[in-house]
């Protein structure tokens, strides 16, 4: 177990449905992130959380929606997503928000959305 | 023009020899990069840091850096099965950039 728990690991969703993805971490660090991995594609930077408050939103569409209660703890929340929304989202954190030293990654949520 | 670009492989080597793999970046200003590995499946996992040209050595990996030509490459001698995965190859300037990864595959 990497430190970083994501749930669920699986999801099947329609695209009227709305669903939320839930990441966990249990390092202590002050950064977390949502990222998009695509098949044979770069991971797609999404959203970043410094201290629960959001410093990067990387041109996201509007059907999703992070929230970041505290610095342990963050939610990507999915309404009406499109079939190119498929993808294995990840969730990761850092110790700070500058960037990239050591991003711990959570185990990942592959989405399917028919 | 990809700001990071790797080959996307499979990149297929005989257990035993050295796996050399590529990366080149478009950002000049760029100051740190990273080698990830991820297993099929499993998250990235970091594996190799560098900040400045010349080679660093971590057990049988060596990551190898050239700022002038914008190029960085990860080394494994004596490759192992175990050692298939996909290779990700990340740089950071005023962000981080990840490429695809190249997918390495050690035949035993």
């Known amino acids: 177990e990497t430190g970083v728990t994501q749930t669920p690991r699986h999801l099947v969703m329609g695209m009227t449905n709305k669903k939320s993805l839930k990441c966990e971490q249990h390092l202590g660090h002050n950064a977390m992130y949502w990222y998009k991995q695509s098949a044979k594609k770069p991971l797609e930077l999404m959203f970043v959380y410094s201290l629960e408050e959001r410093v990067e939103n990387n041109s996201v569409p509007s059907r999703f929606s992070p929230e970041c209660p505290n610095s342990s703890h963050l939610f990507l929340h999915l309404h009406t997503l499109q079939p190119e929304d498929s993808a294995l989202y990840l969730c990761?954190?850092?110790?700070?928000?500058?960037?990239?030293?050591?991003?711990?990654f959570g185990s990942g949520t592959q989405l399917s959305v028919l | 023009q990809k700001e990071v670009e790797q080959n996307s492989g499979p990149l297929s080597v005989p257990e035993g020899a050295i796996a050399s793999l590529n990366c080149t970046y478009s950002?000049?200003?760029?100051?740190?990069f990273f080698w990830y590995r991820q297993y099929s499946g499993k998250s990235p996992e970091l594996i190799m840091s560098?900040?400045?040209?010349g080679d660093k050595e971590d057990g049988r990996f060596t990551a190898q850096l050239n700022k002038a030509s914008q190029y960085v490459s990860l080394l494994i001698r004596d490759s192992q099965p175990s050692d298939s995965a996909t290779y990700l190859c990340a740089v950071n300037g005023n962000k981080l950039v990840f490429g695809a990864g190249t997918i390495l595959r050690v035949k035993s």
């Open positions: 950002d000049r200003g760029s100051q740190s």
């Open positions: 990761a954190s850092s110790q700070d928000p500058g960037w990239a030293e050591k991003l711990f």
């Open positions: 560098i900040y400045s040209n």
